[in-house]
C-alpha cells in the first residue's frame, strides 16, 4: 500500500527553543493515528508543519509522494490535507450551510465527479454532524458542542485524504464526545486517514489504531493503543518525577 504522508526528519525552531527534533515517521491510507504527548511536548507545532501554517526549519513533509515542503496551506487543502482547530475557528457571519460550502471551494472537481449538486452534498453533511436544525443559523449564535460539529463539517467540505483533529473533545460534556465520536467513526468509514491530538486519552484509544508520542519535540514512541499505555517512556512523561521515584 502506498503511504499517504511521509515525515523525514522534521525538526523547528523558533529562535533558540528547538520545538520539534528529528521527527519522523509515515501514515498509510485508511489509518486512525493518536498524536499525544504532554503540554508542551511539539504536538500542535507538528500540525503546523504537516499543514503548511510553519515551514520546518529542516526535513522534509512528502503527501502521496511528493515533496510538500514549502507549500501553502490552501495548496495543501487541494491535495488533500485539511484540518481543524482546538478552538472553532468558523467564518461568525456565515451560516452553518455556508461554512461547509466555503470548504467546497478547494475541490470541485471532486464534488462534480459524484454527481450531486453542492447544495446537496452539503446537505448531506450539514446531516452527518447533526447541524441541520441549524443550516441557516448563523455560527455566531451556535453553542460551543455544535461550534466543533461545524469544524468537522468544515474539513469534510473540501473532500479530505487526510484530516488532521486538533483536540476535537476538548471542552465538551459526555454526550457532545458521543456525537462527535459518532461522526469521527463515520469519517473512518468513509475511508479518510485521520491524525488526531486529544488530551483524553481514554477516548482517543478507542478510535485509533496507532498511536504516536512526542515529549520535548521529540518522538519517543510509536505503537498500538495497547503497547503505548504500558511504554515505561511514555508513562515517565507523562507522569514524571512521581512515576520515576516509585519505580527506582
Known amino acids: 500500500m502506498n503511504e499517504l504522508l511521509r515525515l523525514e526528519k522534521i525538526s523547528k525552531d523558533f529562535g533558540k527553543l528547538r520545538a520539534l527534533e528529528n521527527v519522523s515517521f509515515t501514515i498509510q491510507p485508511r489509518e486512525v493515528v493518536g498524536l499525544i504527548g504532554p503540554n508542551g511536548a511539539g504536538k500542535t507545532t507538528l500540525f503546523n508543519v504537516i499543514t503548511g501554517f510553519y515551514r520546518p526549519t529542516f526535513g522534509k513533509v512528502f503527501l502521496k509522494g511528493r515533496d510538500v515542503t514549502h507549500l ?11 484540518r481543524t482547530f482546538q478552538i472553532p475557528r468558523p467564518f461568525k457571519e456565515l451560516t452553518a450551510y455556508d461554512n461547509v460550502a466555503m470548504g467546497t471551494l478547494f475541490n470541485p472537481k471532486k464534488i462534480g465527479e459524484l454527481q450531486v449538486s453542492t447544495r446537496e452534498f452539503v446537505d448531506k453533511i450539514l446531516q452527518s454532524v447533526m447541524l441541520t436544525p441549524w443550516r441557516e443559523s448563523l455560527s455566531s449564535t451556535l453553542g460551543y458542542g455544535n461550534l466543533k460539529l461545524l469544524e468537522l463539517g468544515r474539513a469534510q467540505g473540501a473532500m479530505p485524504d487526510l484530516l488532521l483533529l486538533d483536540e476535537p473533545f476538548a471542552g465538551l460534556s459526555t454526550p457532545e464526545i458521543q456525537g462527535v465520536t459518532k461522526v469521527l467513526l463515520s469519517l473512518f468509514e468513509q475511508g479518510i486517514t485521520m491524525i488526531i491530538v486529544e488530551h483524553k486519552l481514554r477516548e482517543l484509544l478507542r478510535l485509533v489504531n496507532r498511536v504516536i508520542v512526542l515529549h ?33
Do not use: C, Q
Open 72 to 82: 501553502p496551506p490552501d495548496r495543501l487543502a487541494k491535495m488533500g490535507t485539511v
Open 216 to 248: 520535548y519535540g521529540k518522538m519517543i514512541a510509536d505503537g498500538k493503543p495497547e503497547d503505548i499505555s504500558k511504554n515505561e517512556n511514555v508513562l515517565k512523561a507523562y507522569l514524571g518525577k512521581k512515576w520515576v521515584e516509585f519505580h527506582a
